[in-house]
């Protein structure tokens, strides 16, 4: 139904930023309910923000909540995840989460690598 690829990751320090991008195949705004999840070496896979279908309403997991902000861009089908702040703990491989809620599936990207040093 949709392909999506991360994009962003990189190598920063402790109170730096970064901007993930998830690129969707086809448009997203009205169809999926689009959310980011990470996972860490050796640790389970965690939600970290999603986004309603309409894009109205936002949720983020207590742990980014004030330093992670989700947005979207309808007419490029695109998503991003605005971190800042980024500690040690933020340390993960961040996932792109498509969500068809009138059928329960989800689609997944490959994932975009983070590394927050120091």
């Known amino acids: 139904q949709v392909q999506l690829v991360e994009s962003g990751g990189g190598l920063v320090q402790t109170g730096g930023s970064l901007r993930l991008s998830c690129a969707a195949s086809?448009?997203?705004?009205?169809?999926?309910?689009m959310g980011w999840f990470r996972q860490a070496p050796g640790k389970e896979r965690e939600f970290v923000a999603a986004?309603?279908?309409?894009?109205?309403?936002?949720y983020y997991s207590d742990s980014v909540k004030g330093r992670f902000t989700m947005s979207r861009d309808n007419a490029k089908n695109m998503v991003f995840l605005q971190m800042d702040d980024l500690q040690p703990e933020d340390t993960a491989v961040y996932y792109c989460?498509?969500?068809?809620?009138?059928?329960?599936?989800?689609?997944w990207g490959q994932g975009t690598q983070v590394t927050v040093s120091s």
């Open positions: 989460n498509a969500h068809e809620t009138g059928i329960s599936i989800d689609y």
């Open positions: 086809r448009p997203t705004y009205g169809t999926y309910a």
């Open positions: 986004m309603q279908r309409s894009g109205t309403d936002k």
